[in-house]
């Protein structure tokens, strides 16, 4: 499995929580990472990204209370997700391309009650 997910769970609004992504291998070896979600009855949209040179970007909901980085000697990508909002209650998909395609993880529930 080219990327696992973890670190989703139930928050009080206002809250934070912290998703993981490993790669299976070099994180190099991937030209973008990415997380997504998907909110029951919604489609899947893409939350931040991250390329080779580490620029970012943000989908305008999350500015300024999530940020997306990586370590690469861990090979693994981050979401730091704070004043978490019930809004963002989805679930929450790591995405990494190579070679043209796009690999998905399991996807991991983030829930955030008012």
């Known amino acids: 499995v080219p990327v696992v997910e973890s670190g989703g769970g139930w928050v009080q609004a206002g809250g934070s929580l912290r998703l993981s992504c490993a790669t299976s291998?070099?994180?190099?070896?991937?030209?973008?990472m990415g997380w997504y979600r998907q909110a029951p009855g919604k489609q899947r949209e893409l939350v931040a990204s991250?390329?080779?040179?580490?620029?970012?970007n943000y989908e305008d909901s999350v500015k300024g209370r999530f940020t997306i980085g990586r370590d690469n000697a861990k090979n693994t990508v981050y979401l730091q997700m704070n004043t978490l909002k019930p809004e963002d209650t989805a679930v929450y998909y790591c995405?990494?391309?190579?070679?043209?395609?796009?690999?998905w993880g399991q996807g991991t529930q983030v829930t955030v009650s008012s």
């Open positions: 291998g070099s994180i190099f070896s991937f030209n973008n």
């Open positions: 991250i390329g080779t040179g580490s620029n970012t």
């Open positions: 995405a990494a391309e190579k070679g043209g395609l796009t690999y």
